[in-house]
């Protein structure tokens, strides 16, 4: 029995195609510029670890012993820790979207969210909405569960609704993706007004509304309007397509890997069976840990911290850029989140020939091109104020204006 | 646009039929008697808590401060966090796997592992091979991911090999799912000639072997044989179809969820491509924690704690079944793991049926119908020796007696 012959394998053949023809991110290929010294990285979407309350965490952590902290290494319910979803059901009602504990699923990251809907919701060939542009971790997890991701124009206020409602009468799409506060990468504000007209939009096309919330806390000047989850109330049949989605990592910390999901009852009965085969459950130790951190009032006492803070840091990018890139960039200035979106004006521009130069004067962003699903080349690049005080923006600026002279556009 | 007329849709609708249709887990029905006061529950598959080194991670804890905890908090790579990967490379090296960090997925728990490989393997219609009985979330998994389960019979040393071989050229199955070392629930070992069997046949009929190793170092009096995955190069092709799957979870602690995929690259690659859709990387936090406290040599020094004491539990509950049952039941002692697997012997045995009256005299046991693929009434029971100490385990015996002669058997 010990020389096969015959049916042997390569072990790429058992890779199912989908898997096995995926692109790489390219985000993640610009990985291997941001660690070279020097380099002003304007391109992650990380926090800021100076702006983590790194010393609130520890001594929450210190607080965790005897039993405990026996509890926080234990298993526990797939639905989540109970303290945590207590938490986040205050959180949540804090935020407009009354909620009790039995309403909150803990997710490992908002992200798992995305992907729990894609699973139990998506069949091969189903239609997903999703905005020009978007995330694109959720263009993925929608393409490996086979579904065709469709976009849907917008503007400055977010998706454009006769543009919606064509796009539900013509592919009848099983879900639209949003991000509507401060959205990655756009850091547009989807306006109150349109978030009611989506929802009966949706309503009235049997279509779910999955809203991706990540950013909504860090405003700058004023929070961003009700959630579409909190509206569900003010239009008939809503309650039943309006799923939520809301994460801790920009905030409290994205090593917790933790979120969280808001929703009908039969979406997220479904999403906890999918869950118990991917991951039992969340984090006990993390979840103990933030149920504490919010329990203590130390969240809300470092939200206003994180907002001035990414607000000073996104007004000197946009500041800067505005001086170092005058009349070559158009942008608006961001009100909220990580990111500030522009578009080069030259005619037929391609940020991605850019990106270069860009990196010979060491500095990083984004190529649009990521963020459609199309993938082509695009006069669009994100950056992010998230990682670089004042000072580094400034620098940053400067270098993307001489890069640009550099790239010769 | 407020009132919406045709087209709305109740949330349930929305679900996949596979979702909607599956079944609740037999084991998570029994939770609600696990906690009533008074009851000894032999059920669930829980480490000891009084048997976690608490004080141990309350160290390593401690240890984290400043930048330390900053990095512990951050995002970190989707493979796993590079000191988690050596620690985990180096445990995998003394256990005959020689490997470097590189070769290292880290999983949110080793569950991950299994639902990674369903979905970057596993089309709809494939057939997966499993050992009867065998692991209920394993089964969901294949299930939940479109594939057909068949079952390959066994005895005391695991799958029999002839049975194996007429069920791979009957079903051509992609996949071959086993739990070699004190399998859950039948703590079997697969005995080590039958190991480079299975290899020889997996390779001639290109079959994945999915070796799924959570009980392998709890081990009471001698270890079990070299993992398939340390064997793949006594059999040619065998690298191309060897994964393995470790875990933390049963030696360290449940609630960090952690766990590790040894395997071919384009395997590996193809599961770091679902994870970063799934969580996007384990928690930074429990990785690094993990990672301090397999380097500060804490795991190596508490294993032979963990083992004499399950050991000493689990010939408690041997002994104490032998003289409480003695020719009624049929069971091998368990050599490690958590579990003691138990047949009735009356003929026609339904052991569902004896649960009713075990749960009267406050006693429980997982009936075995749900370690099988068919799901139909069994004879056997699944007895976990993990959560009590030797005189509830003693009592919990004395119950399991009484309450057979109550229900008539």
Redesign the interface.
């Given at each position: 029995?010990?020389?096969?012959?015959?049916?042997?394998?390569?072990?790429?053949?058992?890779?199912?195609d989908v898997?096995?023809h995926?692109p790489g991110?390219p985000i993640r290929e610009l990985k291997r510029y941001t660690e070279l010294s020097g380099m002003i990285s304007l391109a992650g979407g990380?926090?800021a670890?100076?702006l983590?309350d790194?010393a609130g965490?520890?001594d929450v952590?210190?607080s965790?012993?005897?039993a405990s902290?026996?509890?926080?290494?234990?298993?526990?319910a797939t639905d989540g820790h109970m303290p945590l979803r207590e938490a986040l059901a205050a959180l949540s009602t804090d935020r407009g979207m009354p909620s009790e504990a039995a309403d909150v699923l803990v997710l490992?990251?908002s992200?798992?969210g995305?992907?729990l809907m894609?699973?139990?919701?998506?069949?091969p060939g189903d239609v997903v909405l999703v905005e020009a542009p978007t995330y694109p971790?959720a263009l993925?997890?929608f393409r490996?569960a086979g579904a065709t991701v469709v976009e849907v124009a917008g503007d400055d206020d977010g998706v454009l609704?006769e543009v919606l409602a064509e796009a539900l009468a013509t592919h009848a799409p099983?879900?639209l993706y949003l991000v509507p506060n401060f959205g990655n990468p756009s850091a547009r504000v989807l306006a109150a007004e349109r978030r009611?007209?989506v929802l009966?939009?949706a309503?009235?096309?049997?279509c779910?509304v999955l809203e991706d919330d990540p950013y909504g806390d860090l405003w700058f000047d004023a929070p961003p309007p009700l959630s579409l989850y909190a509206l569900r109330g003010?239009?008939?049949?809503a309650?039943?397509?309006c799923v939520y989605l809301g994460s801790l990592?920009k905030t409290l910390?994205?090593?917790?890997?933790l979120g969280w999901m808001l929703?009908?009852?039969?979406?997220r009965r479904?999403c906890v069976?999918?869950k118990?085969?991917?991951?039992?459950?969340?984090?006990?130790?993390?979840q103990a840990?933030a149920a504490r951190y919010l329990q203590e009032g130390r969240f809300a006492a470092h939200l206003p911290n994180l907002r001035a803070a990414y607000g000073a840091r996104g007004r000197a990018l946009s500041d800067a850029l505005g001086q170092a890139l005058e009349g070559r960039l158009t942008f608006a200035a961001p009100r909220g989140g990580m990111f500030l979106w522009a578009r080069l004006d030259a005619s037929d521009a391609d940020t991605s020939a850019w990106l270069q130069a860009a990196i010979r004067h060491q500095v990083l962003f984004v190529p649009g091109a990521a963020f459609f699903a199309d993938g082509k080349p695009s006069p669009w690049l994100r950056l992010s104020f998230a990682s670089w005080a004042e000072d580094g923006l400034r620098e940053g600026a400067q270098r993307l204006g001489a890069s640009l002279d550099d790239a010769g556009a």
């Open positions: 029995m010990t020389t096969p012959t015959h049916g042997a394998r390569d072990a790429a053949d058992f890779v199912r898997y096995r995926a991110s990380y926090p670890p100076e983590m790194v965490v520890q952590l210190g965790l012993s005897g902290l026996a509890r926080a290494l234990a298993y526990d490992t990251g992200q798992q995305i992907d894609a699973r139990t919701v998506l069949a971790a993925s997890a490996l609704p099983k879900m009611r007209d009966a939009l309503v009235r096309h049997g779910l003010e239009v008939a049949g309650a039943d397509v990592s910390a994205p090593g917790l890997r929703g009908p009852a039969a979406i479904a069976l999918a118990q085969v991917d991951d039992l459950h969340a984090s006990t130790l993390t840990l």
